[in-house]
């Protein structure tokens, strides 16, 4: 299952909430820093010490000559004991024009033992990020509640809805609300963006910190606000906590969703991958 988490101006929050939510996901989660603004967690989660040489740009050199679970197994670092696996991003900006952001979309949607989260940041159509974007199974647009988040957030979803081909509604293209009710409620900010509610996180800056800029984690971190709030939040995205949901095994990856849409890929080949996300089974609402 591949998950993209973008975001839009003055909704600060992607990159912790990726984090966050992987590292209470039920089944093994990988996140990729896929921010074509540059990476994070290496300054961020790490504070600075990261192994040299691990990270995207190596992981996509290496795919000329080895598989993927070759690449991301000599590329990916796991920075703490209470933190996932993490590919690290980008060093600079200008590197994300080299990437080919759709191939590599549709080859994290193949991986085998893990759920690949990606961190793609804020949304802009022209940054190549959308290739991967149109492979994921679920994009997850993040949005703070003030006036300004929400205005940026409900552009960035009209755009992502026409750039993914999502109609109204379409769960597959849901909204994550981050500190919700300052001053405006999740509800009331899906209602404004036009696109499903897929949950929130709380305004919980101590654990945000231990995700954004390596704070030490606490006895108490997993029962935090936040780590609770992402650990509902992972099991209703995966349908663990519905018994209804359970598929048999091999049935959570992408099937055509029968709208007779083949997604492209840089390579020119199409996947056809796209299906109802289980949150849509369920109805909506905050997690
Ligand atoms: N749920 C939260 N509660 C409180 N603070 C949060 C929460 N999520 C994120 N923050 C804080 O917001 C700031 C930005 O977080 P983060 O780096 O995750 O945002 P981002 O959207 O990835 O930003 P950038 O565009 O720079 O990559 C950090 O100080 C982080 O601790
Ligand atoms: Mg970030």
């Known amino acids: 299952m591949l998950i993209g988490m973008v975001s839009a101006k003055a909704s600060p929050g992607v990159t912790t909430s ?18 074509p603004f ?13 192994p040299p040489s691990s990270g995207l740009v190596e992981a996509v050199a290496d795919l000329r000559s080895v598989s993927l ?21 980008l060093g600079c ?3 994300a024009a080299t990437l080919p952001w759709g191939r ?22 022209s940054d190549g990020v959308l290739g991967l974007l149109r492979e994921c199974w679920l994009v997850v647009l993040v949005c703070g509640s003030s006036l300004r988040a ?14 993914l081909g999502c109609p109204p509604g379409d769960p597959r293209l849901s909204l994550l609300v981050v500190a919700p009710d300052d001053p405006y409620g999740s509800a009331e900010v899906a209602g404004a963006c036009g ?8 305004d919980d800056p101590r654990a945000a910190g231990v995700w954004s800029d390596g704070g030490a984690s606490w006895r108490g971190f997993g029962r935090s606000p936040l780590q609770r709030s992402a650990r509902r939040l992972a099991e209703r995205i995966t349908g663990t906590d519905d018994p209804d949901a359970v598929r048999p095994r091999g049935e959570d990856r992408p099937r055509d969703d029968g709208r007779g849409e083949s997604r492209s890929r840089d390579d020119g080949s199409s996947t056809g991958s796209g299906t109802t996300p289980p949150v849509a089974r369920r ?3 905050a997690a």
């Open 195 to 202: 696109l499903p509610l897929l949950g929130e996180l709380p």
């Open 93 to 95: 900006v200008g590197q």
């Open 104 to 125: 590599l979309g549709a080859d994290l949607g193949r991986v085998r033992d893990a759920d690949v989260i990606t961190d793609c940041g804020r949304y802009l159509p």
């Open 69 to 89: 679970d070759e690449a991301l197994a000599r590329r990916v670092h796991r920075p703490a004991a209470w933190a996932p696996p993490v590919l690290a991003g």
């Open 150 to 163: 929400v205005r940026s957030a409900a552009r960035v979803g009209s755009l992502l809805s026409r750039d």
């Open 18 to 35: 990726a984090l966050a939510l992987a590292s209470v996901w039920p089944r093994s989660a990988l996140v990729v820093e896929a921010d």
């Open 283 to 285: 109805g909506r609402g």
């Open 38 to 50: 540059g990476g994070d967690v290496r300054a961020g989660l790490a504070a600075g010490q990261w």
